[in-house]
């Protein structure tokens, strides 16, 4: 069992940046792999990014390859998304999810509440 929190959203003005913290509560969260994804309103959930639960493989959807970094810090249970040159596109709930196998869809077994992003263009 993972719990997740997510943290660090807030309101942006384009171009700017943020960090979010996706705090995990378990013993075990190395041998988890971590997603990040996010739901804008009227749209459905979409994958952002993903790191292994070693922090060698990472991957990132088009929309945000270049300007958002995930990264992880084992010793503090904690993932990161850095996310660069905000779009007012960017503008979402951005939730992390934990899973046992790395993968790049939606299917994750375990879920935070959600952080909201909102860039101002």
């Known amino acids: 069992q993972v719990q997740l929190v997510e943290s660090g959203g807030g309101l942006v003005q384009a171009g700017g940046s943020l960090r979010l913290s996706c705090a995990a509560r378990?013993?075990?969260?190395?041998?988890?792999?971590v997603g990040w994804f996010r739901q804008a309103p009227g749209k459905e959930r979409e994958f952002v990014s993903a790191i292994s639960g070693s922090g060698r493989n990472t991957y990132y959807a088009d929309s945000v390859k270049g300007r958002f970094t995930i990264s992880r810090d084992n010793a503090r249970n904690t993932v990161y998304l850095q996310m660069n040159s905000l779009k007012p596109e960017d503008t979402a709930v951005y939730y992390c999810a934990a899973d046992r196998t790395y993968k790049l869809g939606l299917e994750y077994d375990y879920w935070g509440q959600g952080t909201q992003v909102t860039v101002s263009s």
């Open positions: 378990g013993r075990t969260f190395s041998t988890y792999a």
